[in-house]
């Protein structure tokens, strides 16, 4: 799929938003999906990135 748009929700998506992006070549991001990019890249940005967005390490336990 050549995807030029991205939409992110962090509340989901109805049945009709898929269709319509699916249609249209929309990337659908979900709040799952997000926290994912964002732990995988995060180590990875460079440092003025980092501090406009910046996170720490916590321990949570089960």
Aim: proline share 3%.
């Amino acid at each position: 799929m050549d995807t030029s748009w991205l939409l992110i929700s962090t509340s989901g998506y109805t049945e009709n938003a898929l269709n319509v992006a699916n249609q249209y070549s929309v990337r659908l991001i979900d709040i799952d999906e997000l926290v994912k990019i964002v732990m995988e890249w995060y180590e990875k940005l460079p440092i003025d990135v980092r501090k406009m967005l910046t996170l720490m390490r916590v321990y949570v336990p089960e």
